[in-house]
Protein backbone atom coordinates (compact mmCIF):
# COMPACT_ATOMS: atom_id res chain seq x y z
CA UNK A 1 0.00 0.00 0.00
CA UNK A 2 2.53 2.34 1.22
CA UNK A 3 4.42 1.88 -2.56
CA UNK A 4 1.33 2.33 -4.04
CA UNK A 5 0.92 5.69 -2.51
CA UNK A 6 4.60 6.69 -3.31
CA UNK A 7 3.87 5.73 -7.24
CA UNK A 8 0.60 7.62 -6.57
CA UNK A 9 2.30 10.86 -5.29
CA UNK A 10 5.08 10.40 -7.88
CA UNK A 11 2.42 10.17 -11.15
CA UNK A 12 0.36 13.66 -9.62
CA UNK A 13 3.69 15.23 -9.40
CA UNK A 14 5.17 14.52 -12.94
CA UNK A 15 1.36 15.55 -13.99
CA UNK A 16 2.18 19.12 -12.32
CA UNK A 17 5.00 19.07 -13.63
CA UNK A 18 3.71 18.40 -17.43
CA UNK A 19 1.09 20.87 -17.23
CA UNK A 20 3.59 24.03 -15.92
CA UNK A 21 5.37 22.92 -18.99
CA UNK A 22 2.77 23.16 -21.75
CA UNK A 23 1.48 26.65 -20.13
CA UNK A 24 4.41 28.50 -20.10
CA UNK A 25 2.81 31.70 -20.71
CA UNK A 26 3.86 34.62 -17.82
CA UNK A 27 1.89 35.55 -16.00
CA UNK A 28 0.47 32.24 -15.23
CA UNK A 29 -3.69 33.16 -14.96
CA UNK A 30 -6.25 30.18 -14.14
CA UNK A 31 -9.68 30.58 -15.17
CA UNK A 32 -10.81 27.85 -13.06
CA UNK A 33 -14.39 25.95 -13.64
CA UNK A 34 -14.60 28.24 -16.19
CA UNK A 35 -17.80 26.75 -17.98
CA UNK A 36 -17.98 28.29 -21.61
CA UNK A 37 -16.44 31.65 -20.42
CA UNK A 38 -13.20 31.02 -22.17
CA UNK A 39 -10.76 33.94 -21.37
CA UNK A 40 -8.18 34.68 -24.12
CA UNK A 41 -4.98 34.65 -22.20
CA UNK A 42 -5.82 32.58 -19.19
CA UNK A 43 -5.31 28.83 -18.67
CA UNK A 44 -9.37 27.49 -18.89
CA UNK A 45 -10.26 24.38 -17.08
CA UNK A 46 -13.74 22.91 -16.12
CA UNK A 47 -14.39 19.10 -15.37
CA UNK A 48 -17.35 19.71 -18.43
CA UNK A 49 -19.41 16.98 -16.63
CA UNK A 50 -22.10 17.40 -19.31
CA UNK A 51 -20.00 17.86 -22.48
CA UNK A 52 -21.18 20.98 -23.44
CA UNK A 53 -18.44 23.26 -23.13
CA UNK A 54 -17.50 24.72 -26.52
CA UNK A 55 -13.67 25.27 -25.53
CA UNK A 56 -11.07 24.32 -23.02
CA UNK A 57 -7.00 24.68 -22.69
CA UNK A 58 -7.52 21.50 -19.11
CA UNK A 59 -10.21 19.32 -18.98
CA UNK A 60 -10.06 18.36 -15.15
CA UNK A 61 -11.83 17.36 -11.31
CA UNK A 62 -10.99 20.75 -9.87
CA UNK A 63 -12.57 19.31 -6.31
CA UNK A 64 -9.55 16.51 -6.44
CA UNK A 65 -6.82 18.85 -7.32
CA UNK A 66 -5.40 21.58 -9.34
CA UNK A 67 -2.27 19.68 -11.75
CA UNK A 68 0.15 22.87 -11.25
CA UNK A 69 3.29 22.63 -8.85
CA UNK A 70 3.50 24.55 -5.80
CA UNK A 71 4.17 28.25 -6.24
CA UNK A 72 3.82 28.37 -10.44
CA UNK A 73 0.54 30.19 -10.62
CA UNK A 74 0.02 34.08 -11.12
CA UNK A 75 -3.52 34.92 -10.53
CA UNK A 76 -6.47 32.60 -9.85
CA UNK A 77 -10.49 33.47 -10.70
CA UNK A 78 -13.45 31.22 -10.12
CA UNK A 79 -16.68 32.68 -10.90
CA UNK A 80 -20.24 30.67 -9.70
CA UNK A 81 -17.74 28.12 -8.64
CA UNK A 82 -16.59 27.45 -4.78
CA UNK A 83 -20.85 26.99 -4.29
CA UNK A 84 -21.38 24.03 -5.91
CA UNK A 85 -18.53 22.06 -4.06
CA UNK A 86 -19.09 20.90 -0.29
CA UNK A 87 -17.89 22.54 2.50
CA UNK A 88 -14.74 19.94 3.20
CA UNK A 89 -14.36 20.33 -0.86
CA UNK A 90 -14.08 23.91 -1.07
CA UNK A 91 -11.50 24.14 1.78
CA UNK A 92 -9.60 21.62 0.44
CA UNK A 93 -10.30 23.53 -2.97
CA UNK A 94 -8.72 26.74 -1.62
CA UNK A 95 -5.87 24.89 0.07
CA UNK A 96 -5.00 24.13 -3.49
CA UNK A 97 -5.35 27.23 -4.74
CA UNK A 98 -2.64 28.67 -1.85
CA UNK A 99 -0.76 25.79 -2.67
CA UNK A 100 -0.22 26.73 -6.45
CA UNK A 101 -0.32 30.44 -6.29
CA UNK A 102 3.13 32.29 -6.26
CA UNK A 103 4.46 34.64 -3.47
CA UNK A 104 2.43 37.63 -3.98
CA UNK A 105 -0.27 35.84 -6.50
CA UNK A 106 -4.18 36.68 -6.20
CA UNK A 107 -7.03 34.39 -5.66
CA UNK A 108 -10.47 36.37 -7.15
CA UNK A 109 -13.44 34.73 -6.00
CA UNK A 110 -16.86 35.34 -7.57
CA UNK A 111 -20.39 34.04 -6.01
CA UNK A 112 -23.58 34.81 -4.80
CA UNK A 113 -24.21 36.07 -1.66
CA UNK A 114 -26.13 34.04 1.04
CA UNK A 115 -27.08 37.10 2.50
CA UNK A 116 -29.01 38.65 -0.13
CA UNK A 117 -30.65 35.42 -0.03
CA UNK A 118 -31.81 35.62 3.54
CA UNK A 119 -32.61 39.28 2.84
CA UNK A 120 -34.91 38.39 -0.12
CA UNK A 121 -37.02 35.99 2.33
CA UNK A 122 -37.89 38.97 4.37
CA UNK A 123 -38.37 41.45 1.94
CA UNK A 124 -42.09 42.36 1.52
CA UNK A 125 -41.25 42.89 -2.02
CA UNK A 126 -39.75 39.39 -3.16
CA UNK A 127 -42.38 38.37 -5.42
CA UNK A 128 -41.32 41.32 -7.68
CA UNK A 129 -37.88 41.11 -7.60
CA UNK A 130 -38.18 37.56 -8.25
CA UNK A 131 -39.26 37.31 -12.25
CA UNK A 132 -39.85 34.19 -13.54
CA UNK A 133 -36.89 34.32 -16.33
CA UNK A 134 -34.44 34.05 -13.05
CA UNK A 135 -35.01 30.57 -12.45
CA UNK A 136 -37.41 29.60 -15.86
CA UNK A 137 -40.38 29.45 -14.08
CA UNK A 138 -42.66 31.53 -11.42
CA UNK A 139 -41.64 31.16 -7.79
CA UNK A 140 -44.50 30.44 -5.39
CA UNK A 141 -43.35 31.38 -1.78
CA UNK A 142 -40.77 32.31 0.02
CA UNK A 143 -39.93 29.07 0.94
CA UNK A 144 -39.46 27.80 -1.95
CA UNK A 145 -37.17 30.82 -3.19
CA UNK A 146 -34.76 30.72 -0.64
CA UNK A 147 -35.00 26.59 -0.86
CA UNK A 148 -34.01 27.00 -4.76
CA UNK A 149 -30.98 29.18 -3.75
CA UNK A 150 -29.76 26.55 -1.53
CA UNK A 151 -30.14 23.68 -3.30
CA UNK A 152 -31.05 24.85 -7.26
CA UNK A 153 -28.07 24.72 -10.19
CA UNK A 154 -26.01 22.29 -7.96
CA UNK A 155 -25.10 24.38 -5.24
CA UNK A 156 -23.63 22.67 -2.23
CA UNK A 157 -22.56 25.51 0.46
CA UNK A 158 -23.66 28.98 0.34
CA UNK A 159 -21.12 31.64 1.56
CA UNK A 160 -21.64 35.23 2.88
CA UNK A 161 -18.54 37.46 3.83
CA UNK A 162 -17.87 35.74 6.76
CA UNK A 163 -17.88 32.12 5.86
CA UNK A 164 -15.88 32.73 3.19
CA UNK A 165 -13.28 35.16 4.56
CA UNK A 166 -13.38 31.78 7.55
CA UNK A 167 -12.28 29.28 5.07
CA UNK A 168 -10.14 31.34 2.79
CA UNK A 169 -8.04 32.06 6.66
CA UNK A 170 -8.11 28.44 7.08
CA UNK A 171 -6.86 27.57 3.54
CA UNK A 172 -4.22 29.88 4.73
CA UNK A 173 -4.92 32.87 3.06
CA UNK A 174 -3.94 36.26 5.01
CA UNK A 175 -4.34 39.22 3.05
CA UNK A 176 -8.43 39.00 2.26
CA UNK A 177 -9.99 42.15 0.53
CA UNK A 178 -13.73 41.97 -0.72
CA UNK A 179 -14.66 44.23 -4.24
CA UNK A 180 -17.06 45.34 -6.21
CA UNK A 181 -18.13 43.93 -9.79
CA UNK A 182 -15.32 43.76 -12.20
CA UNK A 183 -13.14 45.84 -10.18
CA UNK A 184 -10.16 44.98 -8.68
CA UNK A 185 -6.50 47.05 -7.79
CA UNK A 186 -4.98 44.71 -9.62
CA UNK A 187 -5.78 45.72 -13.66
CA UNK A 188 -5.12 42.01 -15.06
CA UNK A 189 -8.51 41.36 -12.62
CA UNK A 190 -10.91 43.75 -13.46
CA UNK A 191 -13.91 43.27 -15.82
CA UNK A 192 -13.96 39.62 -15.49
CA UNK A 193 -17.05 38.71 -14.27
CA UNK A 194 -19.30 37.65 -16.37
CA UNK A 195 -22.80 37.02 -13.77
CA UNK A 196 -24.54 40.31 -11.84
CA UNK A 197 -25.44 37.63 -9.65
CA UNK A 198 -21.63 37.97 -8.45
CA UNK A 199 -22.43 40.12 -5.36
CA UNK A 200 -19.88 38.04 -2.83
CA UNK A 201 -16.40 38.82 -4.83
CA UNK A 202 -13.00 38.76 -2.49
CA UNK A 203 -9.85 38.67 -3.42
CA UNK A 204 -7.25 36.81 -1.43
CA UNK A 205 -3.03 36.73 -1.14
CA UNK A 206 -0.49 36.02 1.21
Given at each position: ??L????V?????????N??K?F??????????????????????????????????L??????????E????????N??FL?????????????E???????????????????????????????????????????????E????????W???W????????????E????????????????????????????????????
Open positions: MEFLIKKHLIRCLRKYNKPSSPLCLNLGCGNDYKKGWVNIDADLYKNIKKLDKCDLSRGIPFDNSVDYIFEHEHLSAKEGLEFLRCRRVLKPGGVLRISMPDLENAVKMYFDSNWREKTPASMYGFEVQTRARINYSFRLGHKLYDREELERRLKAGFQNIKFCRLRESEHAILRNLETRRESTLIAEAGE
